[in-house]
């Protein structure tokens, strides 16, 4: 049944997700928060920024106007940087039509307050609306869903009620969409995999090797899981789509933009000048100083992210954060 959606956000992931509810036969509205993109996606039917490419159905319909995107929708995508979220769903909450099912595909935790998205979420919403929001992750890069190939992903709601309508309402030939009730899990996991890409990014721009790779993915899923226990996560979602399946794409895939700065990185570019040249967000780099000071508070060791940190902010150089990984002390593998 074609359902009313609106999508918050027009980077890469918001137009290919508004693609995909338009090939179900919804009505769909995107919303850019620049009036110029809106209008050049209502006139042309492509997004002059991202996807450039690729192109859009015409149900696909775009505004700036935030009222206007809202407007009886039944369904909102969020697909906004989690840097952006509190302005957007603030700005969002009271227009929001009653009863309507929230989609989250933001990633990230928040730096000031080391809060997970669905816990930033819970502070700006009506308790009502709040517990209709479900959690979308798993390894999906936007220009293959947009391209229509095989893609796997998670939604997960506290009541796994409104993750299985989500689930109903998007999933497709080519988009399949596994329901799920831990919603901290998934969220760790979709957070935290652009750390740990980071991290194989600058190993590889190091050409430390496929054996370090694997080393440093097998243990940073043992980071993430470990901070997602002590949160409250079920540490078996991070063998799912939302954990391992995201955490492999990311650090592996060369569309992973967290990969390309870890590259960078690896090979003695300084971060100021490659963030300067994306043209998206990295949210690893974010994500990167919000974890090490969640898991500091939280007495859980971690680190790679440590040290990730550290050559963020120029403390150590990447060869010597390989080194100080390699020279740890020794130790049990399940401590």
């Known amino acids: 049944m074609a359902t009313p959606v609106a999508v918050l956000g027009s980077g890469s992931f918001g137009t290919a997700l508004a693609a995909l509810a338009a090939s179900r036969d919804h009505d769909v509205t995107l919303w850019a928060r620049s009036p110029d993109v809106a209008e050049v996606i209502e006139r042309e039917h492509r997004n ?10 015409p149900a696909v319909r775009a505004t700036s106007d935030l009222a206007e995107a809202l407007a009886g929708r039944e369904l909102v995508i969020l697909a906004v940087p989690s840097h952006g979220l509190r302005d957007v769903v603030g700005a969002a909450r009271h227009l929001l039509a009653d009863g309507a099912v929230l989609v ?5 935790i928040e730096v000031d307050t ?3 998205v669905h816990q930033i979420l819970e502070e700006i919403l009506e308790p009502e609306q709040a517990e209709r929001v479900t959690y979308l992750s798993g390894p999906s890069f936007a220009r293959e869903v947009a391209l229509r190939k095989p893609t796997a992903v998670t939604v997960a709601s506290r009541d796994e009620t409104w993750a299985i309508g989500v689930q109903s309402s998007l999933a497709s030939p080519w988009f399949r969409i596994y329901s799920h009730s831990d919603v901290v899990g998934v969220e760790v996991g979709g957070a935290l995999k652009n750390v740990i890409a980071l991290a194989v990014g600058i190993c590889d721009g190091l050409e430390a090797g496929a054996n370090g790779r694997a080393a440093v993915m097998t243990r940073g899923l043992a980071e993430i899981t470990r901070l997602g226990v002590r949160l409250g996560a079920n540490p078996v979602t991070f063998l799912g789509l939302s954990g391992v399946g995201d955490l492999v794409l990311t650090c592996t895939g060369d569309l992973s933009r967290n990969r ?5 990185l690896g090979r003695g570019r300084k971060l100021e000048e490659i963030l300067a040249e994306m043209s998206q967000v990295a949210e690893g780099v974010r994500t990167t100083r919000a974890t090490r000071s ?11 992210t440590e040290l990730v940190h550290r050559v963020l902010d120029g403390d ?4 010597d954060a390989v080194h100080l990984l390699m020279t740890r002390q020794l130790r049990s593998e399940v401590e």
Not at 104 to 108: A, L, N, P, W
Not at 260 to 264: D, F, P, R, S, T
């Open 316 to 319: 150590v150089a990447p060869g």
């Open 48 to 57: 002059p920024r991202y996807l450039t490419d690729i192109p859009l159905p």
């Open 114 to 116: 080391g809060l997970l």
């Open 260 to 264: 390309q700065v870890g590259l960078a």
């Open 104 to 108: 989250s595909t933001v990633k990230g």
């Open 294 to 304: 969640l898991a500091r508070r939280l007495g859980v060791e971690m680190p790679i």
